[in-house]
């Protein structure tokens, strides 16, 4: 696998009449193309993970992909029932919908290489990823830190390092105002420096990562937390 280092194709198909055989085949064809690139996007993180500019170039396209597939989505409410009830419009939809959920799971993941903040990946979401980390070679530790209600794992491969966050409470139950957030305090092996971070409950949040241009990775030695 290569790394990226192509110019995305921007497939923005318009919004097609399904009625017609030849233009239903078509957008198929066409998204089976998105779905094709964000494939090859997703190993080639998972194989050169150490290249910073490789994994924004990924990141940038995997956004472009997201936003293609809401703008599908959304065509659906310009649809009569008649054509939403077609199976070959509903089989197109649940293409977009696939698509839509690894889309959603790498540009989360690799938010913080962007320099944005990120939420924190679903236990549901980083049971998709681990899979796809072992079948490339990374190990993943549970590192030995003792905090209350949560866990510290590192994803290592090659020359790059991703350190997690997991509040092991139960995920928020938003509809019912029940939260399960944590505080996170921790401290590095370098002159006493660390962090402090939000975690939502049952997420895994990103706190360090290291590649080839972000060279400063620390050993955390001791944690602690507080709910919220």
């Not at 409410?77 to 293409?95: A, C, D, E, F, G």
């Not at 990946?121 to 530790?141: A, V, Y």
């Not at 939502?200 to 590649?211: S, W």
Request: net charge neutral; with cysteine; proline share 3%.
């Amino acid at each position: 696998m290569r790394r990226i280092v192509f110019s995305l194709l921007f497939l923005l198909m318009p919004l097609f009449s399904f009625a017609q055989k030849d233009v239903f085949e078509q957008s198929v064809e066409e998204i089976n193309k998105v779905n094709d690139i964000l494939i090859d996007c997703m190993a080639s993180f998972m194989e050169f993970p150490e290249t910073h500019s490789n994994t924004i170039n990924i990141y940038d396209r995997v956004v472009t992909i997201k936003k293609l597939c809401k703008d599908q989505q959304s065509s659906k409410y310009q649809m009569s029932t008649s054509i939403l009830s077609n199976p070959k419009v509903q089989q197109y939809y649940r293409m977009i919908d696939e698509i839509q959920i690894y889309a959603d799971i790498f540009e989360e993941l690799l938010r913080s290489f962007k320099g944005y903040n990120s939420a924190g990946l679903s236990q549901d979401q980083m049971g998709i990823l681990d899979p796809m980390f072992r079948k490339f070679g990374w190990k993943i530790n549970l590192l030995d830190i003792n905090c209350k209600d949560t866990y510290f794992y590192e994803y290592q491969l090659k020359g790059c390092k991703m350190m997690f966050i997991k509040n092991t409470l139960p995920p928020n139950d938003y509809r019912n105002y029940i939260y399960h957030n944590i505080e996170v305090d921790f401290t590095y092996d370098y002159y006493g420096t660390g962090g402090k971070y939000y975690v939502g409950g049952g997420l895994y949040r990103m706190i360090q990562f290291k590649d080839d241009e972000n060279v400063k990775y620390h050993k955390v030695i001791k944690a602690s937390s507080e709910r919220k």
